[in-house]
């Protein structure tokens, strides 16, 4: 018994910090008008206006446009960025592929990011054989707003 309970203790204590910092980014819903094409885990979506939400307690996201025909979901890890306490969406884009890459919902400093996807890792290493150097992707931001 004693066993037991030391056992669920040690589980706890692993479960619990995970589940807050799961829990740390985005608080609210975020709305932006996206005004070009953009990767999100290899799912390709149209230019137009979408809201990120938080998709379940685990931590995963969905993007889904206002008129609801496109969507999609993603997992995500917390990130601290010590400039700028608005609401965004910000980008990476290699040539002609633009991939999600932030999310911050202005209420502090916490955002999400996404995990560079496959196409996007075969995106920047085609660019780097392409140019011969190791510039990084040019980062494009879109200011984005709470949803109600």
């Known amino acids: 018994m004693k066993k037991q309970i ?3 203790l040690a589980t706890l204590t692993l479960i619990i910090p995970m589940a807050i910092a799961g829990f740390a980014g985005l608080d609210a819903r975020v709305k932006a008008d996206i005004p070009f094409d953009f990767l999100v885990g290899g799912k390709q979506l149209p230019a137009g206006k979408y809201v990120v ?3 379940n307690a685990t931590g995963a996201l969905i993007i889904r446009s206002t008129d609801n025909k496109q ?3 993603f997992n995500v ?9 608005e609401a965004r969406l910000v980008f990476r884009r290699y040539g002609n592929q633009t991939f999600l890459a932030q999310i911050y ?4 400093n916490q955002g999400q990011e996404l995990p560079k996807s496959k196409q996007e ?5 085609k660019r780097d054989i392409i140019t011969q150097n190791i510039i990084g992707p ?3 931001t ?6 109600k």
């Open 6 to 8: 030391m056992s669920s």
């Open 53 to 55: 939400e938080r998709l």
């Open 71 to 73: 969507a999609a979901n």
């Open 77 to 85: 890890n917390n990130v601290t960025d010590r400039g700028s306490q």
């Open 105 to 108: 919902d202005g209420l502090s």
């Open 121 to 125: 890792r075969e995106a920047a290493k």
């Open 138 to 140: 040019q980062i494009e």
């Open 142 to 147: 879109v200011v984005a707003e709470i949803a």
